[in-house]
C-alpha cells in the first residue's frame, strides 16, 4: 500500500499531496521504525530541494530519503501485508533506488550544524510478525552509489511466516564505523510469488 509514498494518511492534517514534504508521519501505510529520539525518514517532493537533495521523483512526485548516521544509528520503515507471506515460499519486488549525492542535514549532535550525508548505503529487507519486528533478515542490496534511480529487484525465501516487512538503510557491511550517508526510495512493486 502506497508504495510510491503518494497518499496521505487518513490524519493528514494540512499534508497536500501537490505541494509540502518532510513529514513522514503523515505518510499513509507506512510506519517509522528508527529511533525514537531522532527524526523519521524525509517526504521530499520533486521541487522542493529539501536538504540539498534535487533529485525528481521516479514515480509520481514524491519519493523518500533514509539515512544512517555516524552515531550509530539507521533509519527502517514498515508496513503490514495484505497477505500475509508464506513460509518456505519464494518471492520478489523491484522498487527504485538512488542516491543524493550532496545532502545535507543537521543531526542531534551536530548543533545545527549541517553535515553532508554524502556517502552510499545499502538496504536490507527483514520480516516479522508486528510494525517493526525484524524477526529474520531476508535480503539486502549491494551498495547503492549511483545518482539516477536504478531499478532493483529483490528476492528472498523466509523461514517462517511473517505479516509485516520492514525495510532498513544500513552501512556499508565492511565498514564497522558508523557514517553518515543516504538512500532514496520510490515506486515499489507489488509483491509476487516465484513460481
Ligand atoms: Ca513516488
Redesign the pocket.
Known sequence: MNP???EAGSDSGQFNMTGKSGEFGHLSSWTNCGDVNQSPPTLHTSEDGIFNVKTT???????LSMVVRDIESVERISQKLIKPLEAQMSYYLELDLAMAAKMKSATTRSQGKELSFDRACILRVYCGMSDCDKAELLTQTSLIEQEDWTRVRLEWSAKQACSHLIFEVFYDIPVLQGYNGNMLI??LSPIYVIE
Open positions: 510510491s509514498f503518494e521523483a521516479s514515480h509520481g512526485d514524491h519519493f520510490d515506486n
